[in-house]
């Protein structure tokens, strides 16, 4: 029933390996998000999107790198990655045209192993 | 930094119990929201509280935040199986969502 589509939605992969993480919405938002979810921590913002302009980036490393080529579309590219980057990956959207407090509509999520 | 604490962490019910979870913000929030993330699932937002002293409800889940708006609470009346999941709080402060931890509900078998 969500409006945000992530594929894949289990990823295992190596320290060396490249790969990208994909996330559409269809709910006409144009803010979308990347956080990071691992257990017992609060939901980690990781990438922040308005209209297309990256706004926010919370001390990420740069193993991580998000590219956003339409409102719809956000990518999260991967690249050498440590096994304590395993997590869940959520991506998220929201309207902030209304509200800059408008709810996130998330994503199921990629389950991101690193070996 | 800015910090929203969630408790408490796991809270274990016999089905037709209550639940409570609480979340206490540093900073004063210009609201907050919930949200349940059922087992293997993404989070789903409930519900969202803007106004000092505000009070909501949905069916059996009522939704309270503090006159200071620093703080917030979700009470389930009645647990029932379908429950089961994670409810976090969510508040915003100086444009940043601020994520409680989660408290996660079981319920005993």
């Known amino acids: 029933e969500t409006g945000v589509t992530q594929t894949p939605r289990h990823l295992v992969m190596g320290m060396t390996n490249k790969k990208s993480l994909k996330c559409e919405q269809h709910l006409g938002h144009n803010a979308m998000y990347w956080y990071k979810q691992s257990a017992k921590k609060p939901l980690e913002l990781m990438f922040v999107?308005?209209?297309?302009?990256?706004?926010e980036n919370n001390s990420v490393p740069s193993r991580f790198s998000p590219e956003c080529p339409n409102s719809s579309h956000l990518f999260l590219h991967l690249h050498t990655l440590q096994p304590e980057d395993s997590a869940l990956y959520l991506c998220a959207s929201s309207q902030p045209g209304q509200s800059y407090n408008s709810p996130l509509h998330f994503g199921n999520g990629t389950r991101l192993t690193v070996t | 930094g800015q910090q929203v604490m969630q408790i408490p962490q796991y809270q274990h019910v016999q089905e037709g119990e209550d639940f409570t979870t609480y979340c206490n913000s540093s900073?004063?929030?210009?609201?907050i929201q919930w949200y349940k993330q059922r087992p293997g699932g993404h989070p789903v937002f409930l519900i969202q509280l803007v106004k000092s002293g505000e009070v909501k409800k949905q069916k059996r889940l009522t939704f309270q935040f503090g006159e200071a708006k620093k703080n917030s609470s979700l009470h389930i009346t009645a647990t029932q199986t379908t429950d089961v999941g994670t409810y976090f709080c969510a508040g915003h402060s100086n444009y940043q969502l601020i994520w409680g931890a989660g408290t996660k509900l079981i319920i005993k078998p």
């Open positions: 900073t004063t929030l210009s609201n």
């Open positions: 999107y308005n209209f297309k302009e990256q706004t």
